[in-house]
């Protein structure tokens, strides 16, 4: 543990709830454990490039555990290898690594945490081929980091997911109505599908699986030949118009992944009305699902992410990102993480105690 003088913590892409249980493990860790120094990076990427770090004692990480967000910011656009210089946009994207890795070295840093999704994992992995000790720790609400079970953040949007189906309920109850809730996710379907089995959906859409809007008419009349004069459609934002593509909000070009994703619930409410008459509604819960306190399980996953992803830079152990496995947090190469995406399997447990429950996933 000894050689390692100074270590540096950035949080990257998407805000989720647990970053700051992260960022006060590391900090907590580094200077009580290891007496290590610890510095933070201000918005990701983007402060490594521009030499936005700061110290971060033991003192200025306390009473962040329960906070929603991030202490240090973020951004899902600062990738050192194609950066768009603020207010000077049209010049297109720049390769700063060399800039990056210079303000890692100005800094005396000896190592850098990299808390994020497969984006900022990615370019963490690139960073550390230029010559940065890397630690990587897997964070986002889609769940779709490749080797971890889990990442954190993922707990949380699934509850508010949980919540608003619980909400929306009584209002497609009362007005006899087809309720459609589009979740976040990008291209995988885990928020759907653990937030939409959690609330009792009664059809799930994810990228995963194909679906007929055949189907899942026919799944809504069901429930009505049954006496159900109402149905909750929990859609991911991820899943395609059969025969179309992607529906979007927004294109954002020095982005690692550049289409924003939004909408299709509203297609799919509009859909539903016109082919089964039923009055629809759809609602899209957006970056609701990012805010706020993290749950008790994900406060206790970045905490032990943020000290065993310290315990390895201390151990010199770098190229690598912490991960759970079963009931274990281990570490992985993040050559394996990077640039992949981890989907739903079709056949696996979740989907198949979901359709014993009588959910319809619109492919019967
Ligand atoms: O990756 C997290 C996520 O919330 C996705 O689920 C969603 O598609 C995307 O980020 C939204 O990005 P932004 O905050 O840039 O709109």
Same mark, same amino acid.
């Given at each position: 543990m000894a050689q390692l003088k100074r270590v540096g913590v950035l949080t990257g892409g998407g805000d989720c709830p647990g970053l700051n249980a992260v960022i006060r493990a590391v900090v907590k860790t580094a200077t009580r454990d290891c007496g290590i120094e610890a510095y933070g990076v201000e918005d990701g990427y983007e402060g490594l490039v521009e030499d936005r770090i700061r110290p971060l004692s033991y003192d200025d990480v306390? !009473?962040?555990? =329960?906070?929603? !967000? =991030?202490?240090l910011g973020t951004s899902n656009r600062g990738s050192p290898f194609g950066y768009c210089e603020p207010g000077m946009e049209e010049q297109g994207p720049q390769d700063r690594a060399e800039s990056a890795v210079a303000n890692f070295r100005k800094a005396g840093l000896d190592a850098l945490v990299c808390i994020g999704g497969d984006g900022t994992l990615s370019v963490a992995h690139r960073l550390g081929q230029q010559g940065i000790p890397i630690v990587g720790v897997p964070k986002t609400i889609d769940n779709d980091v490749c080797e971890t079970d889990v990442t954190f953040g993922f707990d949380t949007a699934a509850q508010i997911v949980a919540d608003a189906v619980d909400r929306l309920h009584t209002t497609a109850q009362s007005h006899h109505r087809v309720m459609v809730i589009e979740t976040m996710g990008r291209y995988v379907g885990w928020l759907a599908l653990v937030g939409g089995i959690a609330g009792g959906g009664d059809i799930i859409l994810i990228p995963e699986i194909p679906y007929s809007l055949q189907s899942v008419c026919e799944a809504v009349r069901e429930r009505g030949r049954r006496g159900r004069r109402f149905s909750i459609v929990v859609i991911s934002e991820g899943v395609r118009p059969p025969g179309g593509d992607y529906v979007a909000r927004q294109r954002v070009e020095e982005s690692h992944e550049q289409l924003r994703l939004g909408g299709v619930g509203v297609w799919l409410a509009r859909t539903i009305e016109e082919m089964t008459g039923i009055e629809s509604r759809a609602a899209v819960l957006g970056h609701l699902q990012r805010g706020g306190t993290p749950t008790a399980r994900d406060r206790v996953l970045a905490t032990q992410f943020g000290r065993e992803a310290m315990a390895a830079a201390a151990r010199g152990e770098f190229g690598v990102m912490v991960a759970l496995k079963g009931n274990q947090i281990t570490s992985v190469p993040l050559e394996k993480v990077a640039e992949c995406r981890r989907p739903v399997d079709p056949e696996c447990q979740l989907v198949r105690a979901a359709r014993s429950v009588g959910t319809s996933f619109g492919d019967d």
């Open positions: 306390s !009473g962040i555990l =329960t906070a929603g !967000g =991030t202490v």
